[in-house]
């Protein structure tokens, strides 16, 4: 596949990866698709989601409601969710080299730049940040359409891992580095880093890995072990590192990356992906 980089300035077309097409390509020469993975590739909701609107009598197809689970229909047919037709959608995965100064979200009222600016060229279609990374954090968010994904990359129970480096104020002391691993005490419950060590670039550097997507959870972490951050950098999520990007870059995910996550998740039988 080309290789596709984000360039700040410079329009261009809205482009589809090779995947995406692939994909497209493979359900309208299949013709026939499990009525709750076309509803999620509209990108309403999750294949899971879909079962339940269908039980529920939400959906209908060819203007009759469907309540049957495991129902297949053809790619052809007018399918309805609450009275809206719905229709299958490409799905989109970019990673963003996000810099300092830019908002985690999709509109801002006081006209802050926001990382959706960053990728505005990327594609005509609308993508949404998988998570978020707080307005100094610098490092790679994942942006996609593809809602089923999406879910189970942001559920905790799936332990997709990410990796920070932290300077902060103070240097840690072994003590609290140990005590980050074996857990600490937040407000809403502990936390525990899965790994932390030094960074060797700085004196007050430490990198840290963690499972879980809360809100601001690695400050409250350093903050919980009596220090504070100065710079937060993710430079890991899943599978995916920043490696050959620069800062304020996007990019597409390639189509083995997204095969990987989607196998992380358990979207996707590890056995079938071709070596
Ligand atoms: N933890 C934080 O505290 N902030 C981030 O942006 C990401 C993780």
């Not at 009598?57 to 495991?70: A, F, H, I, L, P």
Request: aromatic share 4%; with cysteine.
């Amino acid at each position: 596949m080309k290789k596709q980089t984000g360039n700040r300035g410079r329009k261009s077309p809205p482009k589809t990866s090779a995947s995406t097409r692939q994909k497209q390509l493979e359900i309208e020469a299949e013709g026939i698709v499990r009525l709750n993975k076309y509803i999620a590739h509209a990108g309403i909701c999750s294949r899971r989601e879909a079962d339940n609107l269908i039980t529920s009598g939400r959906v209908k197809v060819n203007g009759k409601v469907v309540t049957e689970m495991g129902q297949k229909i053809k790619t052809s047919e007018r399918v309805e969710v609450d009275g809206h037709v719905i229709r299958p959608e490409e799905h989109v995965y970019i990673l963003l080299y996000k810099p300092k100064d830019t908002i985690t979200t999709t509109s801002d009222e006081r006209d802050r730049n926001t990382v959706m600016d960053l990728i505005e060229d990327a594609t005509g279609k609308r993508v949404y940040p998988v998570g978020r990374l707080d307005r100094n954090t610098t490092g790679l968010l994942l942006f996609t359409n593809d809602g089923e994904l999406a879910n189970r990359l942001m559920h905790p129970s799936y332990n997709v891992r990410k990796i920070y480096e932290v300077v902060t104020t103070s240097r840690l002391s072994d003590e609290d580095m140990a005590r980050m691993k074996a857990g600490v005490d937040l407000e809403d419950g502990p936390a525990k880093a899965y790994h932390v060590s030094r960074m060797e670039t700085h004196p007050n550097g430490i990198k840290l890995s963690v499972f879980e997507g809360r809100n601001h959870l690695v400050r409250r972490m350093i903050q919980a072990v009596g220090s504070e951050v100065v710079t937060l950098k993710r430079t890991i999520y899943g599978g995916l590192s920043l490696k050959g990007m620069r800062r304020g870059r996007w990019r597409f995910l390639k189509d083995r990356e997204v095969n990987e996550l989607r196998t992380l998740v358990k979207l996707l039988d590890k056995k079938s992906l071709k070596k």
